[in-house]
């Protein structure tokens, strides 16, 4: 009879007490993640000549924004100065039951907004403040929910110009899937959040682009794996100019170990990562060309206009490095996304760099 009561408790706690979200993020403050970032070119090959590194680490519990929050400092960079870093980032996650909330902050597409605000495309309309006031805790992870359900966050109807838009923020509740890892195999919840961007003619709304976003959850270890695909935007109809979002992958490592720069041979064409990134007012891009060639080093900003020719010379096999100005002759850079691009030969490569003020 014993036997078949603790059965019974059993299925009942199964029922009645299923798995919390905070089962799903480490216990212990000061838990640290290292992941390895590879960006996708516009086809959603990886292109692993780009990869860079990013480390979380868990700081604090306390209150944000009206919710116990855990909060997450985070940073990106080459390998060679990962680990020397700054954090230059906060994410914010809290639970409740069987429900993981995110707290959404617009900050890090803000570069982004701010150069399609300085289009002018409609006076009456700010992209940064109307993404600003979407910022606010959503219950993103709903552990509890079915298997293929998709359910709405936020969904927020505006004008722009002439048209009707709607922005909408979702979520899918993927099918659990087993994972083997650098840091082990674990059974991971699997969610996929979206974007959505619809224009609106009467009762009827028309996707003109959506950002999926897949992360792979596991126990006692927060995310292991997340997947975004890069997608090329044309919002010509809203006089907005064609854009890439480039997509990338991230993968969980057990540690990111430093090479030291003195210790790599001079055999690679190899441009660095600018640091600091983000930067103000002032960032350094350093690079190696293992033969003698001409080379140039030019600076375009998301619209794919150059700002600034740093390097238009011959120069010898060797390791260079220069430092990039937000202010250009007479001019002030604004903040947001620019590329710099490096040309020795046949040899092209480009690295992200971000401005802030």
Known sequence: MKKYLIIIFILLENIILPQQASDY????????WNYKVTPFDSLNNPLVQLEYFRKDSFGVTTNYQGRLANYVFSKEGPLQTINYQSYSDTNYFSFEGTNAFEYFSSSGIEPFLLQLD??????NFNFVSFFKSLQNWYSVYRFASNPGSIYTLMQKDTSFSTFNIRFRYAA?????????????????KKFTTQWEFSYLLGPFSFPLFSIEDTVWIAPGNWMVKA?????SVDLTLLGIPPFNIQGRKIDILDQIVNVNDEKLNLTDFILYQNYPNP???????????????WQTLKVYDILGREVATLVNEYREAGRYEVEFHSS??????????????????????????????
């Open 172 to 188: 899918t509740r993927n099918s659990d899937q087993t994972l083997n890892t650098l840091i082990g195999a674990f059974n991971c």
């Open 227 to 231: 997947h975004q695909p890069s997608k």
């Open 279 to 293: 930067f103000n007012p002032s960032t350094k891009i350093r690079w190696q060309s293992p033969v003698g060639s």
């Open 118 to 123: 300085s289009l002018g495309l409609d006076p």
């Open 328 to 357: 250009v002759g007479n001019r002030q850079l604004v903040s947001g996304i620019y590329f710099c691009k490096l040309q020795v030969g046949e040899f092209v490569q480009t690295k992200k760099m971000i401005l802030t003020k």
């Open 25 to 32: 993020f480490p216990t212990s403050v000061g838990y640290v």
